[in-house]
């Protein structure tokens, strides 16, 4: 059975979505376009040198950035096919094909980014679980952080709201509070409008 990511990419772009999604953002950056607000915006709340997780990493334009910051990266993702195309850009990266629902590195991070809509995109059912997980790779005093839609017009193709209280519950049960949220990865004011980038704190 597919994920919901697979599906929304494949009704929305088609076979080959993985490729095209990495392809995006070459040309973009090659464009002249800011292609590493995630990662700039992270490296303000937990600066390098830190232990750094790509979760939901996708084709690794952020994890990649994070490395070339100084970061020790690892990036997870469960899409083979997205981190066939992070592999292929960065052999020597540490990447992993898992579940955020069910993974375990058996490591704890500094920081953890959850970007590109991660978490709306997670499977129905899941976001207590992946929450859980992400709670258990956040070292005592590390930050998560993560950004997503919160309205149609910011999510792709039919993915439905993830409501940002759901959010913050799940990731309390798992020890992380609720920091500062914004509405950009540049840092403006968020004003319960369409887009948050959140931060959580791993409480001990
Ligand atoms: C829109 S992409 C964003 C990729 C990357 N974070 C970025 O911003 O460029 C969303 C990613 O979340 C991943 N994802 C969704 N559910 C996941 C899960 N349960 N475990 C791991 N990755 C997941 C998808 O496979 C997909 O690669």
């Known amino acids: 059975m597919s994920t919901r990511w697979e599906q929304i990419a494949l009704d929305t772009v088609g076979e080959g979505y993985a490729a095209a999604y990495a392809e995006r953002f070459r040309r973009l950056a090659e464009d002249g376009a800011e292609v590493h607000g995630e990662a700039t915006f992270a490296a303000s709340l937990v600066p390098p040198p830190a232990r750094a997780l790509d979760a939901g990493c996708g084709t690794g334009r952020i994890a990649v950035r994070l490395h070339e910051l100084g970061y020790d990266v690892v990036g997870v993702d469960l899409d083979a096919s997205m981190v066939a195309e992070a592999r292929a850009a960065a052999p020597d990266l540490d990447w992993r094909v898992a579940d955020l629902a069910t993974f375990d590195l058996g490591a704890v991070f500094d920081l953890v980014v959850v970007a590109g809509n991660t978490i709306p995109l997670l499977d129905e059912g899941t976001l207590a679980a992946a929450c859980d997980r992400l709670g258990a790779h956040t070292a005592r005093g590390g ?62």
């Open 143 to 204: 930050v998560l952080v993560t950004g997503f839609g919160l309205d149609a017009a910011h999510l792709p193709g039919d993915c439905p709201v993830t409501p940002l209280p759901e959010v913050d519950a799940a990731m309390a049960a798992a020890g992380l509070a609720a920091g500062e949220r914004h509405a950009t990865w540049t840092g403006d004011r968020f004003d319960d409008g369409g887009y948050v980038v959140a931060t959580y704190r791993r409480v001990p």
